[in-house]
């Protein structure tokens, strides 16, 4: 199994990555991987929505997770997005298909808009919800944007590092 994944990892650094960057010039780079050896590239974010759905036209049809950085004050663009997908298994079990992985992350400023993936996997819908009640980031086209965490008159996004420690107003009355 190791050496399937290997080899699926290897793929995916060697032919997906290069002709995603030969699709999207200039708006693609190849970055290297974290500890966990995930193939990753940094993607332009007006173009992650297509980079998506040429993924998905590739194989990657299983969206994982999605997650959301803010590194505030250190970094502008300050906030990322974070896309981790999986190839699906084809007929073919003894090969390295279903196994390939690939981290896509986008930069993105405070107000610059994202487009939702939620219309190519349907698991982007909650997940994005999440990041847009926890991190405030503007996810257009999102079929419907509403708090998932938070009460909903919550004030804020409490996940953003400029956020008030203590937040914005007590939640109950202790006396």
Known sequence: MHERVAAA???VNHEVIPALIEAFPGK?????????LIP??????DVHEPVARWLKERGFHMLVDITAADYWP???????LVYHLREMPEKDP???KGLGMIRVRVKLTEKEPVQS???IWEMANPAERE?????????VGHPNLTR???????????LRRDYPLRGPRALINLE
């Open 148 to 158: 998932i965490l938070n009460p909903d008159d919550w004030e804020g996004h409490p």
């Open 94 to 96: 003894k090969g390295d």
């Open 9 to 11: 990892r290897e793929r």
């Open 131 to 139: 990041i847009w009640d926890q991190f405030g980031l503007n996810i």
């Open 28 to 36: 693609v780079e190849q970055i290297p991987p974290t500890n966990d």
């Open 117 to 119: 993936l939620s219309h």
């Open 74 to 80: 250190k970094r502008e663009p300050r906030f990322e």
């Open 40 to 45: 990753q590239v940094y993607v332009a974010s």
